[in-house]
């Protein structure tokens, strides 16, 4: 379980930053 909520947040993360680094 705890490797389940550690891979979705780094899902998330990553998410969040690809955006904010392609956007500028």
């Known amino acids: ?3 389940f909520t550690t891979g ?3 899902m998330i ?5 690809l955006p904010r680094g ?3």
């Open 1 to 3: 379980m705890v490797s």
């Open 8 to 10: 979705l947040l780094l």
């Open 13 to 17: 993360a990553v998410s969040l930053a």
């Open 22 to 24: 392609r956007a500028g």
